[in-house]
């Protein structure tokens, strides 16, 4: 490094230059480190099924309350729910899904993670929790074959 001739005895160091096409390395913490760009890393899907986008009725108990939100996907394993209530991760509900027909259906599962969203970005990001079912009749199936465009066995 050069210093430069400022009138002062004791001078000080040039800034060091930016050549194009050239990236400084330096040791984390200098006041000359950058970060360097992030490369985008594959997402590590950990869906164990596909799912259907479906907007059902459902309604949950919580707290000694009635909870009501909408589906919306559904599988053989999970549900996600859209909901202003979000239930507490690991907690056990049990649901009842309410079909167009007028059926119902009982439900029970695990919540597995939830997402609290602004009230701005609901209508883009779904805002609601995320169950995993332990229990569902036959007909949930029924009903998933069908969306599915699957024949189930008799």
């Known amino acids: ?13 040039e800034k060091p230059r930016a050549v194009k096409g050239f990236r400084r390395e330096s040791s984390p913490g200098t006041a000359f480190a950058r970060k360097a760009p992030k490369e985008s890393t594959p997402v590590i899907e950990r869906r164990f099924s596909t799912r259907k986008r479906r907007r059902y009725l459902i ?3 919580s707290e000694d309350s009635l909870c009501t939100g909408f589906t919306h996907d559904v599988s053989p394993t999970g549900i996600f729910v859209r909901s202003t209530f979000i239930a507490k991760i690991g907690e056990i509900l049990t649901m009842q899904l309410l079909l167009p027909g007028g059926g119902k259906l009982r439900l029970r599962g695990i919540v597995v993670r939830s997402h609290r969203i602004p009230q701005q970005l609901r209508g883009v990001v779904p805002s609601g929790f995320g169950v995993r079912l332990k229990d569902a009749p036959e007909e949930y199936f029924r009903l998933l074959a069908d ?7 008799s």
């Open 1 to 13: 490094m050069t210093f430069l001739d400022t009138g002062d005895s004791a001078g000080q160091r």
């Open 59 to 61: 309604e949950w108990r």
């Open 147 to 153: 969306l599915f465009g699957l024949r189930f066995a």
